[in-house]
């Protein structure tokens, strides 16, 4: 799943691409995509809005119209394409938005688990699903104290809690393990048992692997490359994710897999007490 540097990259590239166009018109092939309004009311209300800007929040992309603001969340495999409008639709397209220069920006999802708000531009973050987030990787709120807080009466286990959207958002599986990786903390270790400093270290780390993942345009998987395959380079500096079996970086250990809360998780035992 695309995370917080995926999610900028795509909607970086968007910009160049679409922003001062007017939406002429919109068709929803699969209305499960659209989860608000309804899909005939989300028609209605988003044709003839201008796209103004284009920002991001956890792990959605928002893109400010007129009147409302376009909620994006890719989930597993959501990307954007752009095509002439009257081109014939591939199967995978389920929503098509008609722009002003005739042409057609289509959101084409294999499995189907995207999904689109359409709300009020001006209560857009004091409203659902934006409203339920945590604090941004670069927010300055985003302390140790307040990471300690939010975790402190936890049992769960600390790779699980990092992956929590309402505590710090658009961290996912792929940085969660360099972040505890770097901070050389064990994945299952409970988030009652992290320490004010360890806190003050996963932020510390956090914002250097997203940072520097965002200046590579984001890590390419098997779901994600941005609109029409702009492939992201951090994929190269990953340090553990992915690579169970193979040689720690630090001590030359094997790195090993295990499963937490479901989702694939890399680590080392030797760096990782």
């Known amino acids: 799943m695309p995370e917080k540097p995926e999610v900028i990259t795509v909607a970086e590239s968007l910009k160049t691409k679409i922003l001062g166009k007017k939406i002429t018109g919109c068709n929803v092939y699969h209305d499960n995509i659209i989860a608000y309004p309804v899909s005939c009311e989300f028609k209605k209300k988003i044709i003839g809005q201008k796209i103004n800007d284009i920002t991001t929040r956890g792990k959605w992309i928002v893109m400010f119209l007129d009147k409302d603001s376009l909620l994006v969340h890719l989930r597993m495999e959501g990307k954007f394409m752009f095509r002439k409008k009257g081109e014939a639709l591939s199967k995978h397209e389920h929503v098509e938005f008609i722009l002003d220069d005739e042409e057609s920006f289509r959101f084409h999802d294999v499995r189907k688990f995207g999904k689109m708000h359409l709300v009020s531009k001006d209560k857009v973050y004091e409203s659902y699903p934006l409203n339920e ?122 790195l090993k897999k295990i499963r937490v809360g479901g989702r694939g998780t890399h680590y080392c035992e030797n760096c990782q007490k």
């Open 133 to 254: 987030l945590g604090k941004e990787f670069y927010d300055e709120t985003l302390t140790k104290e307040y990471l300690y807080d939010a975790i402190k009466n936890k049992k769960l286990p600390i790779k699980t809690l990092l992956l929590d959207q309402s505590i710090i958002c658009g961290i996912g599986n792929i940085y969660d393990d360099e972040i505890l990786f770097m901070s050389k903390i064990h994945p299952l270790r409970k988030g009652c048992t992290i320490s004010l400093e360890e806190c003050d270290t996963i932020i510390k780390n956090t914002r250097i692997v997203l940072e520097k993942a965002i200046k590579l345009g984001g890590t390419t998987i098997k779901s994600f490359t941005s609109s029409e395959g702009v492939h992201g380079l951090f994929q190269n500096e990953l340090l553990v994710h992915g690579k169970g079996g193979e040689k720690c970086p630090e001590c030359s250990n094997i």
